[in-house]
């Protein structure tokens, strides 16, 4: 009894080891954890299985086809046949009603069929090649939206904690504050006015506070979302946001060579070019003729009872060999149409081809300013910043030797408060811009 009660307690210990599995990420390690998690991407590769499955279903349909076919019918009625009664010694122009052949019949072929000419077949197992690059853009293309959607997610969690942080450091010295003020007040040395202007500063922060938790949580449950896990598993992040930051500042990338054809929405719109001009051709085969060959054996054999898996039945053999050709003719003008409707269809991909290599030509000069825009705002951000500090340690130090109003140093706080905000949030800015910059030049994030 006493070993039964120590296997369930351990038992239990592992379960609820498992349940309460916590999950622990750098940057880098959340990017990795996704490629394999993430829901977008497990379906991207399950895109990319199918396309080469459906590329073997097309080479398929030109090779050797073998099938099978069993038949077995039992006449329960016979037909009847009439012939001339002068055949039996009759009178002429009579006839005698006859039954041919035995009611049971069994039938048992064989069929190797072969394709030997057919330009759409050609076509066809050209396009199944194409479908797989374009799948396999396809999946690129997802795992660099995923890793941009990590990077954003993961930098909003810091941007959540770091600001819970904050606000409840300001909380605690705007309470602080409020005290002494109070009791200035209630000894006569203070006025009213001064403790009023400390209580909306202290029930802003304290609401902003409230809504950082409540982010810090939602902020959380989407990157495990992003992530592939359940939106209640505990994670925690071993990277701060200030560090992050600093990592993210690469100036040297601005000076990356854009390669266009190493852009994957390059790689689409070229595969979608390149799919077009296959369905032109696949029109064009159309007009040509097909040829296929075929053989055919089978053994038929005949009985008045079902008997047939006796070695007293006889089976009678057949084989067939034969071509056949198909030649289109005329299609009055359908094929034409569709020819042609092809070929504005290759004009269309053509078209749209160059609009988006002048779109990321654009797109790429755009994540490089915004980039570097990000840097120079983070930059004035954190000067901004030191400055908000000292200009509030001053005024707090004037107000309490009396030189300052209580007005005054409401504005150097909320100065300060916004300061921070900022910082924080020119921060998330530079990680976000180098992503995007990233994913234009399509290097690793």
């Not at 369930?8 to 959340?30: D, G, I, P, R, Y």
């Not at 959607?149 to 705007?174: M, P, Q, T």
């Not at 304290?206 to 950082?212: I, M, P």
Request: charged share 25%.
């Amino acid at each position: 009894m006493k070993n039964r009660l120590t296997i369930f307690l351990m038992l239990l210990v592992s379960w609820v080891n498992a349940q309460e599995q916590v999950h622990k990420f750098s940057l880098e390690q959340a990017i990795e954890f996704a490629l394999e998690n993430n829901y977008s991407a497990i379906n991207a590769g399950r895109d990319l299985t199918d396309a080469q499955k459906q590329k073997w279903e097309t080479i398929a349909t030109g090779l050797p086809q073998i099938s099978g076919d069993v038949s077995y019918q039992n006449q329960l009625k016979q037909q009847v046949s009439l012939i001339p009664a002068e055949f039996g010694g009759g009178e002429p122009g009579t006839f005698i009603p006859i039954v041919f052949g035995q009611p049971q019949t069994a039938n048992a072929s064989a069929t190797l069929r072969q394709q030997i000419f057919d330009g759409s077949y050609i076509v066809g197992v050209q396009a199944a090649k194409t479908f797989i690059q374009y799948s396999k853009n396809n999946k690129e293309k997802t795992d660099l939206e995923i890793r941009k959607a990590v990077v954003e997610a993961y930098g909003n969690v810091l941007l959540a904690k770091e600001s819970v942080d904050i606000f409840r450091k300001n909380k605690a010295n705007l309470e602080k504050n409020l005290l002494e003020t109070q009791k200035l007040y209630e000894n006569g040395l203070g006025e009213e006015e001064s403790v009023e202007q400390l209580q909306i500063t202290l029930s802003s922060i304290d609401n902003q506070l409230k809504n950082s938790l409540r982010l810090q949580d939602i902020t959380l449950q989407m990157l495990n979302l992003v992530l592939g896990i359940d939106i209640n598993e505990p994670t925690i992040l071993t990277e701060n946001l200030n560090d992050l930051a600093q990592q993210q500042i690469r100036p040297d990338l601005l000076e990356s060579e854009f390669i266009m054809e190493g852009n994957v929405d390059f790689k689409i719109a070229t595969n979608l070019f390149k799919q077009r001009e296959l369905e032109l051709k696949l029109q064009k085969s159309m007009a040509l003729p097909t040829l296929n060959a075929f053989i055919n054996y089978g053994s038929t054999a005949y009985s008045d009872s079902f008997n047939f898996f006796s070695n007293e039945v006889e089976w009678f053999e057949s084989s067939v060999f034969g071509l056949d050709l198909h030649i289109p003719i005329f299609s009055s003008l359908g094929r034409s149409a569709k020819t042609q409707r092809a070929k504005i269809a290759v004009d269309q991909a053509k078209t749209q081809l160059s609009e988006t290599e002048q779109n990321l030509r654009l797109q790429y000069e755009k994540a490089k300013s915004d980039y570097l825009f990000s840097i120079e705002e983070y930059n004035t951000a954190k000067e901004n910043l030191g400055l908000a500090e000292r200009i509030e340690s001053k005024n707090q130090i004037k107000y309490e030797e009396g030189i300052a109003t209580s007005f005054e140093l409401r504005q150097a706080q909320t100065q300060l408060y916004n300061a921070q905000q900022e910082y924080l949030q020119s921060m998330v800015e530079v990680i976000n811009k180098k992503t995007e910059l990233q994913v234009v030049l399509n290097t690793k994030l």
